[in-house]
């Protein structure tokens, strides 16, 4: 059972740092939180009375918030009985863009990953790229640095250095990426294999740049916008393929961007 994983045995309470992912009404007065915690994994609590309008923990646990929470045993859920921010990540709720960026990033973890399976490194990657994003870091560097990172960490690391399917190293030209081969293409395998795709040589370049250097390395590039589409394609087919079904966040970021366009335009 759960709770003899994680609370040996007969402690009450437990503490947990985590990130809360997103939250839903309980009964009348309650809020059912999904988190991802340092500690455990993803992990669904409850939090009692904090609809309430006096309730000292809400504004401790609003999506997007890093917190340091003391959880009891409950009957089916841990009950969250201590809350403290750590940090409220204000930025990305201030800013409808920034919004659909952390969302994105917690939707793609919420996605890949199955509750109660410890995994601080995908804990640290997540904090990570969200106060990059609150410290106003470029959106493009954090969510490429985060998707290949998380990609290598759920065991779904793409090959670029590579071919996938005959294993020569790749050269230094436009190659082929199929996302059910698991990464690049030789020109040769690449013609043969249907439902692969064109890469050019710079978008592979500056994917393996960023699969293989530290954030403080890869946020030196200076990408070409044309290039950098082409990056953000390349993954997001690779992680609908994976996935078996798109996102919902991408959309949500298109739509802010047209409307941010229209406004500047108009």
């Not at 999904?34 to 309430?52: D, M, N, P, S």
Request: glycine share 6%; hydrophobic share 40%; net charge positive.
């Amino acid at each position: 059972m759960f709770y003899n994983a994680v609370m040996p045995g007969r402690e009450r309470s437990f503490r947990v740092e985590a990130i809360v992912m997103r939250h839903s009404d309980w009964g009348e007065s309650d809020r059912l939180l999904t988190l991802f915690t340092r500690e455990l994994g993803k992990l669904r609590v409850i939090a009692k009375g904090v609809r309430k309008p006096r309730s000292r923990k809400a504004g401790h646990l609003e999506p997007l918030t890093q917190v340091s929470l003391l959880l009891a045993r409950g009957r089916d859920l841990p009950i969250v009985t201590q809350a403290e921010t750590i940090n409220p990540f204000t930025p990305l709720k201030d800013d409808l863009l920034l919004l659909g960026y952390a969302s994105y990033l917690i939707e793609l973890l919420d996605r890949f990953t199955i509750e109660e399976e410890e995994n601080q490194a995908l804990y640290r990657i997540l904090a990570d790229s969200l106060m990059r994003l609150s410290d106003g870091d470029d959106a493009f560097c954090v969510l490429r640095y985060y998707e290949l990172r998380l990609l290598d960490l759920v065991g779904f690391r793409p090959q670029l250095f590579h071919c996938a399917a005959c294993q020569r190293e790749i050269q230094p030209e436009d190659q082929f990426f199929s996302a059910e081969g698991g990464g690049v293409l030789c020109p040769k395998c690449g013609a043969k294999l249907p439902g692969s795709s064109p890469i050019t040589v710079q978008a592979l370049k500056y994917l393996r740049h960023y699969q293989r250097s530290s954030y403080p390395e890869a946020r030196r590039a200076r990408i070409d916008r044309g290039v950098a589409r082409e990056m953000e394609s390349v993954l997001q087919d690779y992680l609908t393929y994976l996935l078996e079904r798109g996102l919902n966040s991408p959309a949500f970021i298109k739509r802010v961007k047209n409307l941010k366009a229209r406004h500047a335009g108009g």
